[in-house]
């Protein structure tokens, strides 16, 4: 699994394992949950029911909470066959596979930002009916502790929830970093599906309501992301000329040893056919989130076919209306008053919609974002210096050499790691990328709290 013993997360895990020993123990227990949610849950199916995911509405509306959420799902782990257990809170899972005999088949454990997952080992240590105590506490999480983010819902998008949140939360991140949303606290209202269309307000209703009237007259489709590694882009971030698409390995073969690809940056990414999303506008829109005998409401779609195209969903396409058109809202806070050490506060913003604030530190058209948790930690007189005995060190790859003509930035993180038997304390690589165009979509606000992160802005070469 890759984590330490002592890694709450992994704790949290072993102690679901040995409350729900068995598939059908795990199976029963998931379905108390769904259950104890009554007609506020929301269940998703993806692929004809391989994965369920169930979610949760708001007390008093219709809007949904995208926080914790629960899935069962089929997995092949080692050519054989399983299904199981998962538990999601932002960047936290844990996940349990259960094999044909029932017993447990794998298990995982992923995500280190913030998150309530951990809460679980105290809780199940002390109860000694810890099936139950596990119940409780996933189904009376107040709504604050599901996150800030809301979601109005109308018609089920063929990706789901996630994919709605994602989109948003990219958007928003996007705005905030180009300086598009207001220097004070606001609620902030941002279409799900392309998240480009945005509002904002004094409240919630207000931001959506504004928001709304905006989305009638800028009908949205899903964000292509197209690009290669040979784009060639200007050095203020126009593109000149589209590269050659890469062509993808075939069976067998191996990928390029590349780069480019890093969640951090904006390299190649196959195109997706918007198309697909866009619906029949002459047909009036079909909800496809239905209701059964014990109240349970359920919207069924499909994941992605596959790696280069999609989606293939079970539900309608979504129409391209304002009405049909999934909005997320999260409240968005003011800058830090506080005078910074160095440099400017910044805000980012994580994966639930919580605004964090981060360290600016500016170098001309170069940065780096210091995360709160390290302040005290990092010398600020000295960073700079750090990081480039860091990065002489360590350096980050270089990748084919016939792209790095059109390289525009690269971005390279680091997190600082305690005294140990065998270095110094100090900060360490994390991560790094670069590529033809920046895009401030991966800058996470939970992951950067705990991070160093330097942009560096590459020059076009001159001809």
């Known amino acids: 699994m890759g984590k330490p013993p002592q890694d709450p997360l992994v704790r949290a895990l072993e102690a679901l394992v040995a409350t729900l020993p068995t598939k059908d123990a795990a199976r029963a227990w998931y379905e108390r949950c769904v259950a104890s949610w009554g007609g506020r849950a929301v269940e998703e199916t993806f692929n004809d029911g391989a994965m369920r995911q169930v979610v949760r509405r708001g007390e008093g509306g219709d809007d949904l909470l995208p926080g914790v959420s629960l899935l069962w799902r089929q997995a092949s782990i080692g050519g054989k066959r399983g299904e199981g257990l998962m538990l999601l809170d932002g960047l936290q899972s844990i996940s349990v596979v259960y094999g044909d005999d029932g017993a447990p088949l794998d ?28 119940l ?44 598009q949303l207001p220097e004070r606290a606001c609620y902030v209202a941002i279409d799900g599906v392309a998240g480009e269309v945005f509002a904002h307000g004094s409240t919630r209703d207000e931001a959506v ?6 989305l009638e007259n800028t009908p949205v489709a899903p964000r292509a992301e197209t690009g290669t590694p040979t784009d060639d882009y200007d050095d203020d971030g126009t593109l000149l000329a589209r590269g050659a698409v890469p062509r993808w390995p075939a069976p067998g073969e191996s990928p390029p040893d590349d780069d480019l690809q890093s969640d951090e940056g904006a390299g190649w990414r196959p195109d997706v056919d918007a198309e697909a999303w866009k619906g ?83 170098r001309g058209h170069d940065f780096v974002l210091v995360g709160c948790d390290l302040l005290g930690l990092v010398d600020l007189d ?36 305690p005294d140990g038997p065998e270095r110094a304390q100090g900060l360490r690589p994390a991560g790094g990328s670069r590529g033809t165009r920046f895009d401030a979509a991966a800058l996470d606000g939970d992951a950067l709290q705990g991070q160093v992160l330097r942009f560096t802005k590459v020059w076009r070469p001159v001809t």
Do not use: M
């Not at 819902?153 to 939360?169: E, I, M, N, Q, R």
């Open 382 to 417: 000295r960073l700079e210096a750090a990081l480039d005995h860091v990065e002489a060190t360590n350096p980050l790859p270089q990748g084919p050499p016939e792209y790095a003509p059109f390289y525009r930035f690269r971005t390279r993180s680091y997190r600082w790691t």
């Open 280 to 362: 029949d506008d002459d047909a009036p829109p079909e909800a496809s989130i239905t209701e059964g005998p014990d109240g349970r409401q359920t919207v069924r779609f499909a994941l992605f076919s596959g790696f280069l195209r999609g989606p293939s969903a079970d539900a309608p396409a979504l129409p391209q209306r304002p009405e049909c058109t999934p909005i997320v809202v999260v409240p968005l806070e003011g800058p830090l008053t506080s005078p910074p050490p160095a440099g400017r506060w910044w805000r980012v913003l994580g994966a639930r919609g919580r605004t964090g604030h981060v360290l600016r530190i500016d």
């Open 136 to 179: 409780r506490w996933f189904t009376s999480l107040d709504e604050d502790r599901f996150g800030l983010a809301r979601v109005h819902y109308p018609v089920s998008a063929p990706d789901g929830l996630p994919s709605v949140v994602f989109a948003a939360v990219k958007g928003l991140r996007r705005a905030l970093f180009s300086g």
């Open 209 to 214: 309501a504004a928001c709304q009237r905006q």
């Open 107 to 134: 298990r995982s454990a992923n995500g280190n930002a913030a998150g309530r997952l951990g809460e679980l080992v105290r809780l199940l240590a002390r109860e000694p009916a810890p099936a139950d105590a596990a």
